[in-house]
């Protein structure tokens, strides 16, 4: 399971994602715990004292701390802007993240896969064989690579209350957002 280890971020990314809270599958309202903190944040300093190699990742990677702390204006605005698959894949996941389906549909038929698929679609099988399979979950189990556009169907249905693995679907989502998050911070850094 991915981790995060002491000085892979920031100290100010650190402090806003460490003793994390499980992403929620749909936005609750904004954390304002770390609203200020959020605000002081700017992609030129999400790495702290070094400067960014790729300023639009640096962006995605504010983009998604935005989202984390359900700040799903802010974290739209900043990944909209970004034209990149990495862009698109967040652009999707705030979407989803605000329950507009057919948008995050777009968004994700855009964006392709990630290297980190693998490992998200392996956690996500290995997750779904420990519970009783549904419906909802059984593509979990059976898929051979990472199907993003399944995994949306899923946390629609979820979200609208037609299934019984909400839980499933929010640790996935976690998930799912961390690694991208950490891709995005890696290619950041160059």
């Not at 100290?11 to 460490?18: D, H, M, Q, Y």
């Not at 099988?125 to 519970?131: D, I, Q, S, T, Y």
Request: proline residues 3%.
């Amino acid at each position: 399971m991915f981790k995060v280890e002491s000085g892979e971020y920031s100290p100010e990314v650190t402090e806003l994602i460490k003793g994390r809270k499980m992403l929620s599958v749909v936005a609750k309202g904004g954390n304002n715990t770390f609203r200020s903190k959020l605000l002081k944040l700017r992609p030129e300093t999400i790495l702290g004292d070094q400067k960014p190699a790729d300023m639009n990742m640096a962006k995605c990677c504010l983009a998604g701390l935005f989202l984390y702390h359900d700040f799903v204006g802010k974290a739209h605005s900043l990944c909209e802007g970004v034209k990149s698959l990495a862009g698109c894949y967040w652009h999707g996941f705030v979407h989803r993240h605000e329950a507009d389906f057919a948008n995050a549909s777009y968004w994700v038929k855009r964006c392709g896969n990630f290297p980190f698929h693998d490992s998200l679609c392996l956690q996500a099988k290995l997750w779904a064989g420990e519970r009783d399979m549904s419906i909802n979950t059984k593509f979990l189990s059976q898929q051979r690579a990472w199907e993003p556009l399944a995994f949306l169907d899923f946390v629609e249905r979820e979200v609208k209350g037609e299934g019984r693995d909400l839980e499933l679907c929010q640790m996935i989502s976690d998930l799912e957002w961390r690694m991208l998050f950490h891709y995005c911070y890696q290619k950041a850094k160059g």
